[in-house]
């Protein structure tokens, strides 16, 4: 189940960064554009992905076993994971707001001055950095939850089973 709840923290983090993402980019596109929201493709998928991790980590807290929860969810996760190419090349797909790929181009040069290309490494480096300490400190929680559950089921039974052996 270790893996679960990687997958659990991840999505919790991934959530949390994605609800900043839209609504800092939200406060950027009303500056920009005039207006909080544009129905641009690449708003949209990714307003749609962020809609289907909500759903994975709802479907997480859906009553049954560890094992049940976990199988639920890789399901959705799975489901889920292929909507990410789809944001990815939203803006080579349709007509968008967005630019296209500059770092990641098909032609493969780097249409970015390189003190802009240091700021944006450095920033997904120090992003990366607060997500993986995030979703380590968020899976030791769950893990913890999840022995002090199994204790209290444990405590339970043994406490029932002695009051059967009283009479």
Do not use: C
Not at 14 to 30: C, D, E, K, N, Y
Not at 64 to 89: D, K, N, T, Y
Not at 109 to 132: E, Q, W
């Amino acid at each position: 189940m270790g893996f679960d709840r990687f997958a659990g923290a991840s999505a919790e983090v991934g959530v949390m960064f994605m609800a900043i993402t839209l609504i800092t980019g939200s406060l950027w596109g009303r500056l920009t554009w005039g207006e909080f929201w544009q129905w641009d493709p690449r708003l949209t998928t990714t307003a749609f992905l962020f809609v289907t991790y909500v759903g994975y980590l709802a479907v997480r807290r859906l009553e049954g076993s560890v094992e049940q929860r976990a199988r639920r969810s890789a399901v959705v996760a799975m489901l889920a994971v292929l909507e990410i190419p789809l944001v990815h090349f939203s803006v080579v797909l349709w007509r968008s707001l967005h630019q296209g790929a500059t770092v990641l181009n098909p032609n493969g040069d780097v249409k970015m001055d390189d003190l802009m290309l240091f700021t944006l490494f450095s920033g997904v480096v120090g992003f990366t950095l607060v997500f993986v300490w995030l979703v380590l400190h968020r899976q030791r929680t769950m893990l913890l939850v999840d022995v002090a559950n199994r204790r209290g089921l444990d405590a339970a039974i043994a406490a029932r089973q002695s009051e059967g052996s009283v009479n």
